[in-house]
């Protein structure tokens, strides 16, 4: 997350599974947390942060996403309106 958010940072959206050590939520500054647009546990889980997955692993991310496709489109007509941070 950055430190000290502005106006300029528009709308702000935290796309995690977990909520960040240390930040209070009202520090955080944000509109929205969304839990519904990241990757599953099972792809998260097999990824592992090892660079050599990480094709295989955008293919499968993109591919749940895909699954998501209410709530991309919500944020897709937010981003209409306001500029958005994820």
Do not use: Q
Request: proline share 3%; with cysteine.
């Amino acid at each position: 997350m950055c430190d000290n958010p502005t106006e300029e940072a528009g709308y702000r959206i935290l796309v995690d599974r977990f909520w960040p050590r240390g930040i209070s939520k009202k520090g955080a500054n944000l509109y929205e947390w969304d839990k519904k647009i990241v990757p599953s546990e099972k792809v998260r889980r097999w990824f592992n942060h090892k660079k050599e997955k990480f094709d295989e692993f955008s293919r499968r991310y993109e591919k749940e996403l895909l699954k998501a496709e209410n709530n991309l489109e919500r944020i897709f007509k937010i981003a209409k309106d306001k500029k958005i941070c994820l």
